[in-house]
């Protein structure tokens, strides 16, 4: 079992950063793929990046060359640097795990979820 506590979200103005964070319990957390997905209302979960154990990453198209996943497994936590944001980046962002390396990016794939930090960007 694992358990995935999200911090980090808030209110930001576009073009600001924000640094999302997940921590991770269990003593697996290493051989695990961590991902982001993301929420806005009124539309369906959308794949934001993951990252495996070695560090392989996949990034949806439009976070590409914004946001970046990185993973500290010392610390259990697995990151997510979002740089210039924009209002559509507005959602609840979502930490969740799977206990395999093959990077995915369906809701489905994905076993363990976190209860979400909640992300707003003004224009």
């Known amino acids: 079992q694992v358990e995935l506590v999200e911090s980090g979200g808030g209110l930001v103005q576009a073009g600001d950063s924000l640094r999302l964070s997940c921590a991770a319990s269990g003593r697996t957390f290493s051989t695990y793929t961590m991902g982001w997905f993301r929420q806005a209302p009124g539309k369906e979960r959308e794949f934001v990046a993951a990252i495996n154990w070695i560090s392989n990453t996949l990034y949806a198209d439009s976070m590409k060359g914004r946001f970046t996943i990185s993973r500290d497994n010392a610390k259990n936590t697995v990151y997510l640097q979002m740089n210039s944001l924009k209002p559509e980046d507005t959602a609840v962002y979502y930490c969740?795990?799977?206990?395999?390396?093959?990077?995915?990016?369906?809701?489905?794939?994905?076993?363990?979820w976190g209860q979400g930090t909640q992300v707003t960007v003004s224009s």
């Open positions: 969740t795990a799977r206990s395999t390396a093959v990077l995915r990016t369906t809701p489905n794939d994905y076993h363990y």
